[in-house]
């Protein structure tokens, strides 16, 4: 691996982007450890707070202004080259094989214990595939592709800046880095549910995640991403990437979905 530091990178990422298919090899090669491989969604989950539609299909198959969730966030990251695509399925698991229809190189993974765990069983089960890998929650509603990256310079996290936020949130240091999260926030960036991690810290991780849903007492009732921003809190530098409210949303329940798609009225 060819090592740059971030300006550089960011120049040569322009370069990429401008040039296309005519981008000189020599920069590729360069890229090439910093391009994301694959992405992982956590699917696995009720959706119960979207009933009674959610009780014949997933949360992430629901319909929002004609096109399904989880399409958004797929579409997002092919147009991002990344075609190595992982769902992690549990509650109504079959009913994600209508995906094959339109993408037919996704591969799923079973989720057993979906009724049993929060969503670290999610991650665990994919512990081994988060090398280079965006993870992203499979509720999210993605109008901007491009925050999907094809490069990422290091693992980061998107977030959208609040004054005020009654739902998880991020508190960067003074470079832009997590040193904590909470369930509220005051000045702080509330969490979007997707990451990046570098092939470095995907390593660290995937051992951690795996000591966390095994051996830690009450461990696989945490949310996923509260291994690397609580329980080990400091061992990584995750970079924020800020965002806008309008380029991505997550639909919690079933009247914030009707007042985004009117045919739910």
Known sequence: MISVNEQVF??????????GVNTPKNILEILEPYRAKRAIFLAAGFGSRMMPLTATIPKPLVVVNGVRIIDTLIDACLAADIEEIYIVRGYLAKEFDVLLEKYPKIRFIENPDYDKANNIASAYLARELLQNAYVLEADLVISNPSIIRKYNYESNVL??????????CLTPDSEGYVIEETTSGHNSYQM???YYWSEKDAKLLSGQLKTVYEETPGGKD???????????????????????QSDVIEIDTYD?????DSTYK
């Open 10 to 19: 960011n120049r040569l990422v322009r370069i990429a982007e401008s040039k």
């Open 159 to 168: 977030g959208i800046w609040k004054e005020e936020s009654n739902d998880w």
């Open 192 to 194: 979007v549910g997707i």
């Open 222 to 244: 945490r949310y996923w991403e509260t291994v690397p921003n609580q329980v080990y809190r400091g061992t990584y530098r995750i970079k924020i990437v800020p965002c806008e």
């Open 256 to 260: 914030e979905l009707k007042a985004i």
